[in-house]
């Protein structure tokens, strides 16, 4: 399974947008890019699935680059609820549902 | 609300209890899922169930033990456990696996365990 590599932590204020990229070397030709997002006591919480190019959501864009090592999050004009824990994951080849989390960035959204 | 339902929310038991945690979900998926969160560390997955049946045991000490009676709810039966076991349960729910979206995990809000 690919390791990840992101920042494990990023500041930003409300309306700014945020990019939060994530590095995965090792990703094999099967495996999908997710992004989970965590508040502090609760279960992580799904937010945007890609394989290549670019995907958008209601809630974020995923850009993936051809090579695909790398991918990056774009959380447009965040706000306070935006504070939370998010985490790139690489992997569930197939689409098994093995999905590996790594320590995640801590993204603290400031006034 | 994820769909997702866990209870309890919060356990307190003794090395010698037996207990056990419950998962429900009302999503009409086909996978189901335990993770162990501890403070500090990320996400472990535990289990994985696919129709019923075990997929996935990722090295767990049989003082675990998973039961998924139906597609809808998932146990995890808790004996003998130590004070390092303490962390937070998380139960999830997905399309069957192998299915396009199995990757879209719908999380409980989780069980959180604390062994005296």
């Known amino acids: 399974l690919a390791k990840t590599t992101q920042p494990i932590s990023m500041d930003s204020y409300e309306g700014q947008e945020v990019n939060i990229t994530c590095s995965h070397n090792?990703?094999?030709?099967?495996?999908?890019i997710t992004w989970y997002q965590q508040f502090p006591s609760q279960g992580p919480r799904f937010i945007i699935q890609?394989?290549?190019t670019k995907v958008t959501n209601e809630v974020a864009s995923l850009f993936i680059p051809a090579d695909r090592k790398s991918s990056t999050l774009s959380l447009p004009r965040v706000s306070l609820s935006d504070t939370a824990v998010y985490y790139c994951?690489?992997?569930?080849?197939?689409?098994?549902?093995?999905?590996?989390f790594g320590q995640g960035t801590t993204l603290q959204v400031k006034p | 609300e994820t769909g997702v339902t866990q209870t309890p929310r919060h356990l307190v038991m003794g090395m010698t209890n037996k207990k056990s945690l419950k998962c429900e979900q009302h999503?009409?998926?086909?996978?189901m899922y335990w993770y162990k969160q501890s403070a500090k560390k990320p996400l472990e997955l535990m289990f994985v169930?696919?129709?019923?049946?075990?997929?996935e045991n990722n090295s767990v000490p049989s003082r675990f033990s998973p039961e998924c009676p139906n597609s809808s709810h998932l146990f995890l039966h808790l004996h003998t456990l130590q004070p390092e076991d303490s962390a937070l349960y998380l139960c999830?729910?997905?399309?069957?696996?192998?299915?396009?979206?199995?990757?879209?995990?719908?999380f409980g809000p989780g069980t959180r365990l604390t062994v005296l």
């Open positions: 999503l009409g998926h086909n996978a």
């Open positions: 994951l690489v992997g569930g080849s197939g689409n098994t549902g093995k999905l590996i």
């Open positions: 090792n990703i094999a030709t099967n495996d999908y």
């Open positions: 890609g394989y290549k």
């Open positions: 999830a729910s997905s399309p069957p696996l192998l299915a396009p979206r199995a990757n879209e995990q719908f």
């Open positions: 169930y696919n129709f019923k049946e075990q997929t």
